[in-house]
Nanobody
Framework: EVQLVESGGGLVQAGGSLRLSCAAI????????IGWFRQVPGKEHEGVGC????????YYADSVKGRFTISRDKQKNTVYLQMNGLKPEDTAVYYC??????????????????????WGSGTQVTVSS
């Protein structure tokens, strides 16, 4: 069975940090582009950032640039989202997604795919003020 499993969410005070993990089960993330998204109830999901399958380049939405970092551990078949300087507006359910396709052409966050073959079930992040 192919799965993406997120973990690491929780409650943190504003200014704090969390590291989310996205582990792949049943397939190797090495050949996949990765996206991180978040969603607040009643709103559409928002892209956070992505990681290229070819060279592990990363791109971020303006709302998180400079605070969030995506990385990959190939040995653990896991991708991470390090979140620093958290703000109450970062509160959401966070999802990772994987797709065998390449990133889009363009620059910055516009390179990130929105469609992905595989999605995790999400992990809640709550930032208190």
């Amino acid at each position: 069975e192919v799965q993406l499993v997120e973990s690491g969410g929780g409650l943190v005070q504003a200014g704090g940090s969390l590291r989310l993990s996205c582990a792949a089960i049943g397939f190797s993330l090495d050949e996949y582009s990765i996206g991180w998204f978040r969603q607040v109830p009643g709103k559409e999901h928002e892209g956070v950032g992505c990681l290229s399958r070819t060279d592990d380049s990363t791109y971020y939405a303006d709302s998180v640039k400079g605070r969030f970092t995506i990385s990959r551990d190939k040995q653990k078949n896991t991708v991470y989202l390090q979140m620093n300087g958290l703000k109450p507006e970062d509160t959401a359910v966070y999802y990772c997604a994987a797709d065998p396709g390449l990133l889009r052409r363009g620059s910055g966050y516009r390179r990130c795919r929105q469609e992905h073959d595989y999605w995790g079930s999400g992990t809640q992040v709550t930032v208190s003020s």
